[in-house]
């Protein structure tokens, strides 16, 4: 069965210290990787889209790479407002029944702490 | 919020009893997807819709129908509610030109008593 593993569960940092954070699949023929920021009580907020290996795309202090295997979302020197919970999710080829569906990870809570 | 509405945003029923939730949507998106959200499970998909009256089961559709009359309005029933459908349900979108992402609603918080 195709999964989605994001690790770690959770990550407690220091404002300014940089951290990665972890999304691996094993879904086959994936048409994009997505990531999602969810603030408590609210709906995931779509953050990125990647498309194909070696692809990178930043927003602010938060960078996302993909490998064939894993993205990795970095985030570089980090507030306290980037605390949140952050989703990976991927898509897999476009076929009748699978178009558009979103499998998740699930999950990693950061806190950053001042 | 792209566009989107969820209503209610919170309800507490009892079991046995219909719920549906509505979603509804602005922008015209062709796929409409309804997910619930359990702590250690994440979110799941529980239907889809591709279309005007074109739905399809999600991986947890068990004890859950959808509709789907109009492109704006996509919703969510539970035909006799049970304590292991209390959870957060959340409606999201996708569809647009070029573009793979979909956007999610606020959410709505269901617990069945």
């Known amino acids: 069965e195709d999964q989605v593993t994001q690790s770690p569960e959770a990550l407690r940092l220091q404002e300014g210290e940089s951290s990665s954070l972890n999304c691996s699949y094993t879904v086959s023929g994936l048409r994009g990787l997505f990531w999602y920021r969810q603030d408590p009580g609210k709906g995931p907020e779509f953050l990125f889209t990647?498309?194909?290996a070696g692809e990178e795309k930043e927003k602010e202090r938060l960078k996302a790479t993909l490998t064939k295997k894993e993205s990795f979302l970095h985030i570089t020197a980090p507030k306290p407002e980037d605390s949140a919970t952050y989703l990976c999710a991927v898509q897999e080829g476009w076929t009748t029944d699978s178009w558009g569906k979103l499998q998740f990870g699930a999950g990693t809570q950061v806190v950053v702490t001042p | 919020d792209a566009g989107i509405t969820q209503s209610p945003r919170h309800k507490v029923t009892e079991t046995g009893t219909p719920v549906t939730l509505r979603c509804h949507q602005t922008e015209n998106h062709r796929y409409m997807y309804w997910y619930r959200q359990d702590p250690g499970h994440g979110l799941r998909l529980i239907h889809y819709s591709y279309g005007v009256k074109d739905t399809d089961k999600g991986e947890v559709s068990d004890g859950y129908s959808v509709s789907r009359s109009k492109t704006e309005d996509f919703l969510l029933t539970l035909e006799s509610a049970t304590s292991s459908q209390t959870s957060v349900y959340f409606c999201?979108?996708?569809?647009?030109?070029?573009?793979?992402?979909?956007?999610f609603g606020q959410g709505t918080r269901l617990t069945v008593v």
């Open positions: 990647l498309y194909s």
């Open positions: 999201a979108i996708s569809g647009r030109q070029g573009h793979a992402e979909a956007f």
